[in-house]
């Protein structure tokens, strides 16, 4: 059975920098991509990034580029998103998700049927 496990969270100041962990586990193949989505109070739940095990591509939302980094330890199967220069818009529960058996990774929430518990990110200002 395939599991993520999102840890790293917590509360930092506007400006500051938090690293959050997806650690993965089951997966019977090495091809696989890893997204982390996000879900303020009262809003959607939106794509932040995503990576993909079999080249290491990566894709981000506009409203992270130049700011956020995904990354992939595939010996640990372990993904992880380096958060810098952090907004109070930022502030959510960041989830990761994940899917076998693809190479070409989206933030699009459908394709993914793998989901972590989530931790929670609060930027103040």
């Known amino acids: 059975e395939v599991q993520v496990v999102e840890s790293g969270g917590g509360l930092v100041q506007a400006g500051g920098s938090l690293r959050l962990s997806c650690a993965a586990s089951?997966?019977?193949?090495?091809?696989?991509?890893i997204g982390w989505f996000r879900q303020a109070p009262g809003k959607e739940r939106e794509g932040v990034a995503c990576i993909s095990s079999d080249d290491g591509s990566t894709y981000y939302a506009d409203t992270v580029e130049g700011r956020f980094t995904i990354s992939i330890d595939n010996a640990k199967k372990t993904v992880y998103l380096q958060m810098n220069s952090l907004k109070p818009e930022d502030t959510a529960v960041y989830y990761c998700?994940?899917?076998?058996?693809?190479?070409?990774?989206?933030?699009?929430?459908?394709?993914?049927?793998?989901w972590g518990q989530g931790t929670q990110v609060t930027v103040s200002s």
């Open positions: 998700a994940t899917r076998e058996f693809v190479n070409v990774c989206t933030i699009v929430t459908r394709p993914y049927d793998v």
């Open positions: 089951g997966f019977t193949r090495k091809d696989y991509v």
